[in-house]
């Protein structure tokens, strides 16, 4: 994982923090990454360019030049209960 900067903003999501990376693997590896170590529901990794981007489903890819779109990942994590 990249290092990443905690921003002075936070996220609409709980008010939980938003962290920037200029380039990352993918901000889904750095947000499940983040999760395990601690961070609460609704914490967003931003990134101006991903390496090895991809959507949730297996064998999707994305690909877009650097500052060409938003790239980022909100971790809100489930509920207890419902699996």
Not at 36 to 41: Q, R, T, V, W, Y
């Amino acid at each position: 994982m990249e290092p990443m900067t905690r921003l002075a903003i936070t996220s609409p999501v709980g008010g939980a923090p938003v962290y920037y990376t200029p380039v990352t693997d993918s901000t889904m590896d750095d947000a499940r990454a983040v999760v395990a170590s601690g961070a609460p529901s609704g914490v967003i990794i931003l990134a101006d360019f991903q390496k090895a981007g991809r959507g949730r489903r297996p064998g999707r890819t994305w690909h877009a030049g650097p500052g060409s779109s938003l790239m980022f990942t909100i971790a809100i994590h489930r509920p207890q209960g419902l699996e």
